[in-house]
């Protein structure tokens, strides 16, 4: 079995050598040249979208606690996707951009590109960790015992990385149909058999009801959705699909139709983790429900397939990750790297150096005591606020500059870090309160630049169309 399923990742590590042929610059490398029309934009999306949390994650905390008001994985998510197809992603586009910190580089300045492209690696390092985590439970799990799932996660990290330093993003689209496909066949396979199973089990076989574990205030279910939809909205592994897209309108339309593919192929992991309980009880580690259900519940055949669709949707989204890492160092951390090589020749090479050294330290954090949705949700409220706010009043807003927009991301950062860390017992919604400061952050921030007389930005980046 583990051998079959090496060699389904050979297939996808020879498509990335394969598209390396195609790659000349650091546009092919990093957003697929610009190109993708609305098939492969969407289901590009999806694919980096649909990885580690959305099966393994979701699946194991429906395992362990049920579903109730603040389970977010799908809807949330999927959400968040649809909303930045409709409000950020052909903006964004037409300002023929690379990551985010570019835009807050022609729109607040350099400084602000700087500390915003600072803020954006955390998060991106997180989220592939989760990945290579989620990787490694796969192939532990199908190794019968022959590898452990430390072992599993250095393999991962390494498959990751030779996938992706090898082809980039262009190699990624390529493959993120077939990759899509699989999944969404492999999930749907195992819902219908695990649905069989649970029907035949006796009535007090059934999973705990949705979650009435305990009650749960307003403010808590608001705090649990507004980490993966502000945090995630400005996510740059989503918007980097988006600007590889062909023109303004695929770019939205792809988000949205991502996102509703999102939400309704995400929602049979969840539901396999609701049932988990009554068909493989007493799991030591509940994010590997989803693979024991597949050893258990399918045929040699079936189950290979299921494993070879987790590990696509996982590629996929590492892929991303990595990406958005070597995206960031190059263009905005090294600034003056693109004067010194206009061709960009020293640029791609620099893009896939960053890659490897981004696997590295993604590998390290997947070793890490926490678990995928730790991770995820750590990649996800990490200086997000900050970011998110200065996003909206960025594209939407007709004032602020450097201080402002500084100030903004600063007060999103430290607050986040405080209230979720250092005074975690006293704050019970760390998320909305680095919000609300990020948010009176820059009102004060813009209040000082009236009082100095700082001049607004040109009319050309106060609202694009």
């Not at 399918?298 to 070879?308: E, R, S, V």
Request: proline share 5%.
């Amino acid at each position: 079995m583990l051998i079959l399923l090496f060699l389904f990742v050979g297939l996808q590590l020879g498509v990335g050598f394969w598209a390396a042929r195609s790659i000349r610059s650091e546009d092919d490398f990093l957003v697929a040249g610009r190109r993708l029309g609305p098939v492969l934009a969407a289901a590009s999306i999806f694919a980096t979208w649909f990885g580690a949390e959305s099966c393994v994650g979701a699946a194991g905390a429906a395992y362990a606690h049920g579903i109730g008001p603040t389970t977010t994985e799908p809807f949330a998510y999927g959400l968040c996707l649809v909303l930045m197809g409709v409000f950020f992603a052909a903006r964004l586009w037409r300002l023929r951009i690379t990551t985010l910190a570019d835009f807050f580089g022609v729109r607040f300045g350099a400084s602000t590109e700087r500390l915003a492209a600072v803020l954006l690696l955390p998060s991106s390092l997180l989220w592939a960790a989760a990945q290579i985590r989620a990787f490694g439970h796969v192939v532990a799990v199908n190794s019968s015992g022959a590898i452990d799932v430390d072992t599993g996660i250095a393999i991962a990290a390494g498959i990751a990385v030779v996938y992706t330093v090898a082809g980039g993003l262009l190699a990624d689209v390529y493959t993120d149909v077939v990759q899509g496909l699989l999944l969404v066949v492999g999930i749907a396979v195992l819902a219908v058999v695990a649905y069989g199973a649970f029907q035949a089990l006796p009535a007090d076989a059934a999973p705990p009801p949705p979650r009435a574990l305990e009650p749960t205030d307003f403010w808590t279910v608001l705090e649990s959705w507004a980490v993966p939809i502000c945090g995630s909205i400005v996510a740059q592994e989503a918007i980097s699909r988006s600007l590889a897209a062909r023109s303004a309108t695929t770019a939205s339309s792809a988000a949205v139709l991502g996102g509703l593919l999102y939400l309704a192929v995400g929602t049979l992991p969840l539901l396999l983790g609701w049932i988990g309980p009554a068909l493989a009880p007493g799991l030591d580690d509940a994010e590997t429900i989803l693979p024991h259900l597949s050893q258990q519940l399918l045929p040699a055949a079936l189950n290979l397939l299921f494993a070879g669709a987790l590990i696509a949707a996982i590629l996929s989204t590492v892929d991303s990750c990595l990406l958005v890492v070597a995206s960031v160092v190059a263009r905005n951390l090294v600034p003056g790297h693109r004067r010194s090589n206009p061709d960009g020749a020293g640029r791609l090479g620099l893009a896939r150096w960053s890659v490897a050294g981004a696997g590295l330290i993604a590998y390290g954090l997947a070793r890490s005591s926490w678990n995928v949705k730790e991770l995820v949700e750590e990649a996800s409220g990490f200086g997000s606020a900050g970011v998110f706010v200065l996003a909206v009043v960025g594209l939407y807003g007709a004032s602020g500059r450097a201080l402002a927009a500084n100030l903004t991301l600063l007060a999103g950062l430290s607050t986040w870090l405080g209230t979720r860390f250092l005074f975690a017992a006293s704050c019970d919604h760390p998320y909305l309160t680095s919000l609300g400061a990020a948010g009176l952050a820059f009102v004060i921030g813009r209040g000082i630049e009236s009082w100095r007389g700082v001049p607004a930005p040109p009319p050309t980046l106060q609202s694009p169309s």
